[in-house]
């Protein structure tokens, strides 16, 4: 039984419920670094009472910003800037596990922590987006380089093979004489007439054209 303009009822919300926090610090080298977190959080059932009583029904306003934002400040200072991006994994369950125990000792207890947003001020962006196209630039600068040394390698081992090739017919001319030469011709003639010989729309005139002068004539009908 309450007792009338004495005691009231009080309705707190058990439920898991969402909450973002966002706040701005710096990191170990000195950069600014804007941060927001989502949290699922619920009050400890069997420490209502006290949260209403010490608190207040608000307890997740007061209590939360405030936690939130000297858990993020105190494990962001241990990272410089890079290190937030290529370990945000680590960064985030040191988070979590920071926020969630501050938060019990509020009677508040928190069933997921998460980053939902990381970002840096416009000139470290600026700087992180220059690094990137001056890499990329090297790295295309540097493949330009190597097929350059693959042709040049490529060029190089044409001109030997075409000098020893000039070599080896230099010495066989100069050990059996022109006959090489000729035989090599005939060769060239031959495959060139081979290819002509297979085309429909090329006719073989023979090359006395007096056989042709000298053939009868016949009589129209």
Do not use: C
Not at 42 to 56: T, Y
Not at 65 to 72: D, F, H, I, K, M
Not at 176 to 182: C, D, H, R
Request: aromatic residues 6%.
């Amino acid at each position: 039984m309450l007792i009338p303009f004495w005691e009231r009822p009080i309705f707190m919300d058990i439920r898991t419920t969402p909450k973002e926090i966002d706040t701005g610090t710096g990191s170990k080298d000195l950069q600014n670094v804007m941060i927001s977190l989502r949290v699922l959080y619920r009050p400890m059932e069997n420490k209502l009472v006290d949260i209403a009583n010490k608190i207040g029904l608000d307890y997740s306003e007061r209590i939360l910003p405030s936690v939130g934002n000297e858990v993020l400040k105190a494990v962001v200072a241990q990272y410089d800037a890079g290190e937030l991006i290529t370990q945000r994994d680590t960064v985030s369950q040191q988070i979590r596990e920071a926020l969630m125990e501050r938060s019990r000792d509020f009677h508040i207890m928190l069933d997921d922590v998460s980053i939902t947003h990381l970002g840096f001020s416009s000139e470290y962006t600026s700087a992180i987006e220059a690094k990137q196209v001056a890499q990329q630039d090297a790295e295309r600068a540097r493949f330009l380089v190597l097929k350059a040394e693959q042709e040049m390698k490529a060029a190089v081992i044409k001109a030997e093979g075409e000098s020893e090739a000039a070599r080896l017919i230099t010495d066989a001319t100069a050990k059996y004489g022109s006959g090489l030469i000729e035989l090599r011709k005939l060769e060239a003639a031959k495959e060139v007439a081979e290819t002509l010989s297979d085309s429909k729309r090329i006719v073989f005139v023979p090359a006395n054209m007096s056989m042709l002068m000298n053939m009868p004539s016949f009589p129209n009908k």
